[in-house]
Every structure is written in C-alpha cells, then in structure tokens.
T-cell receptor
C-alpha cells in the first residue's frame, strides 16, 4: 500500500526565511504526489502536484517541490515565507491508475513569525 | 458561485441520532468523495462515486451510507451516531477518477456528537 510520511508536525519560520516542509513516500512504483494547504476553518486547496512529467513542480503562491526518486521524497519549499503562508500543509499520494484515491500524510502546521 | 458546497457547516447532535450532510458541486465533475478529518487533523477517504456509481468504499461502519442522486450531488447519511463520529467531514470532487486528478474540496461540516 502507498503511504506518505511528513516529518515535523509543526514548523516555525521567520517571515522572509526559507520554508521547507518534508514529505517522503512509500510505493513500489513512482506514484502521483500532491501538496494541499488548509487554512484555518477551510477546506483543502491544491498547491501543486507531480504526475510523472517534470520533477521540479511549481505551484501557487511561490511554492515548489522536487520529486526525487532516489530519496523517495517530495519536499515542499518556498524561498521567502509570508505571514499569509501560516496554515496546515498536507502531502498526499495517489495510485498511478484509473482510481483517484488520495492517501494523506499527517500534516505539518507552518507558523510564520515576525 | 461556490464550486463545492456543503450543508450544514456545523452539526451538533446527541448520540444515537441519525443525521445527513449534503454536498453539491457545480464544476461539472464526474467524481465525488467524502473524507473524514479527525481531531488530530488526520484525513482519510471514506467513499468515492463516479457518475453516481460507488467506486471506493473504505473500511467504514455500515452506519454510514452515501447516496448520489446525480453527478452533482453526494450526500452522507449517518445512523445511530456515536461519540467517535465527531469530526470534520469534507466533500470533494474531481473531473474524472484518475490518479492525476486534482480534487476540489468543500469547506467542511463540523459534526459534534454529545
């Protein structure tokens, strides 16, 4: 079965600092990978996704992620954090088939301080 | 013009009661989902319908029964509510049922069972 592991349930950065949220996947074949963001009291919104095209994926709000097969990782980065980035971030995996079945990681809460 | 909407937003009820949550999407998507997010923010898929046909049915108690009257609607009925059913329930939709699909989430329904 496919799964993702998010290291760090809580990450705190200063405004303007680099954001790095870690996600490692477990799958016998390279899966499809997603990052979703959840702002307080809201639903989830897609940031970006890897679907076996380019390994460096750019998303919304200045975020990007790189698929590294050798490290089974799909870490999310942003060069400069903004206060509005404070939210819960979820990495998710979906099988490479005809079913869209997201399996989510446990989430990482990003706190941005002045 | 909300893409995926859910009603009600909040639901407070007593143990043993039966309740329903409604979901509607106006995106023209073929596939809809129900997810449960527990108090630790862990998200897990419950059901998925494609063109009104059930395609994913995770290990969910029989007390939970989804119904899709048409492609744009997916309702969730819960019988004999238990304390452990307290959670936020998210509806989502995607264009098809492919692993590459982006899922669009509703704002959630916070269910509290007393």
């Amino acid at each position: 079965a496919q799964s993702v592991t998010q290291l760090g349930s809580h990450v705190s950065v200063s405004e303007g600092a680099l954001v790095l949220l870690r996600c490692n996947y477990s799958s016998s074949v390279p899966p499809y990978l997603f990052w979703y963001v959840q702002y307080p009291n809201q639903g989830l919104q897609l940031l970006l996704k890897y679907t076996s095209a380019a390994t460096l994926v750019k998303g919304i709000n200045g975020f990007e992620a790189e698929f590294k097969k050798s490290e089974t990782s799909f870490h999310l980065t942003k060069p400069s954090a903004h206060m509005s980035d404070a939210a819960e971030y979820f990495c998710a995996v979906s099988p490479t088939g005809t079913a869209s079945k997201l399996t989510f990681g446990t989430g990482t809460r990003l706190q941005v301080t002045l | 013009d909300t893409a995926v909407s859910q009603t009600p937003k909040y639901l407070v009820t007593q143990m043993g009661n039966d309740k329903s949550i409604k979901c509607e999407q106006n995106l023209g998507h073929d596939t809809m989902y129900w997810y449960k997010q527990d108090s630790k923010k862990f998200l897990k898929i419950m059901f998925s319908y494609n063109n009104k046909e059930l395609i994913i049915n995770e290990t969910v108690p029989n007390r939970f029964s989804p119904k899709s009257p048409d492609k744009a609607h997916l309702n969730l009925h819960i019988n004999s509510l238990e304390l452990g059913d307290s959670a936020v329930y998210f509806c989502a939709s995607s264009p098809l049922a492919k692993g590459t699909d982006t899922q669009y989430f509703g704002p959630g329904t916070r269910l509290t069972v007393l």
